[in-house]
Nanobody
């Protein structure tokens, strides 16, 4: 498993920005993918953005052009720069990591989440 700790959440007004961070530790081997998910109240958890070790990124349609995901492999960190935030971005944001050595079908390791509230 990978221990993941997220930070950077908070309260922000619509149109504002936040930067989330996730630090991975306590693992062996390399991490293949690191991904941000979010879960709003009463909603299912959904993928937000992710990046592979090689730098390939992917985004949900709802955040394309507003969010930027980045990763520092040397520091085992994942970041999410969130701009032009909307009330519908309000959610708990979770970091997920999947190692090359994780068995097929393994969902990956999860952090405890960080709350983002977009409200005036």
């Amino acid at each position: 498993q990978v221990q993941l700790v997220e930070s950077g959440g908070g309260l922000v007004q619509p149109g504002g920005s936040l930067r989330l961070s996730c630090v991975a530790s306590g693992f062996s081997g390399n991490i293949y993918s690191m991904t941000w998910y979010r879960q709003g109240a009463g909603k299912e958890r959904e993928l937000v953005a992710g990046v592979t070790e090689g730098g390939t990124t992917h985004y949900s349609d709802s955040v394309k052009g507003r969010f930027t995901v980045s990763r520092d492999n040397a520091k085992n960190t994942l970041s999410l720069q969130m701009n032009s935030l909307k009330p519908e971005d309000t959610a708990v944001y979770y970091c997920n990591a999947l190692r090359y050595s994780d068995p097929y079908g393994y969902p990956g390791s999860w952090g405890q989440g960080t709350q983002v509230i977009v409200s005036s």
